[in-house]
Nanobody, 117 residues
Framework: QVQLVESGGGLVQPGGSLRLSCAVS????????MGWYRQAPGSQRELVAT???????NYADSVKDRFTISRDNAKNTVHLQMNSLKPEDTAVYYC???????????WGQGTQVTVSS
């Protein structure tokens, strides 16, 4: 079975940094486009960043120049380096795997990121 497990969330002060990780198991990691999404209380889930199988990346305007998504195909992991964190970055962050041929999606359980002084 395919599983995505996020880690690395926590409480950080404004201006600080966190590095989220997502471990993928049960499938051939290299064929999946990967992404990070987030959902704040009372809000819809929104895209944060994506990284395709060829390494191409996309970012939400709100996180450009602050966040970096990367993948390590040898370790079946995707990461989100978050710098210069703001209170509005507070949300549950979810890892996503998407297979374009069949439009299949898998989701992790989420990890809480709280940015507060």
């Amino acid at each position: 079975q395919v599983q995505l497990v996020e880690s690395g969330g926590g409480l950080v002060q404004p201006g600080g940094s966190l590095r989220l990780s997502c471990a993928v198991s049960g499938t051939i990691f290299a064929i999946w486009n990967m992404g990070w999404y987030r959902q704040a209380p009372g809000s819809q889930r929104e895209l944060v960043a994506t990284i395709a199988t060829n390494g191409s990346t996309n970012y939400a305007d709100s996180v450009k120049d602050r966040f970096t998504i990367s993948r390590d195909n040898a370790k079946n992991t995707v990461h989100l380096q978050m710098n210069s964190l703001k209170p509005e970055d507070t949300a549950v962050y979810y890892c996503n795997a998407h297979f374009t041929i069949t439009n299949k999606d898998y989701w992790g359980q989420g990890t809480q990121v709280t940015v507060s002084s």
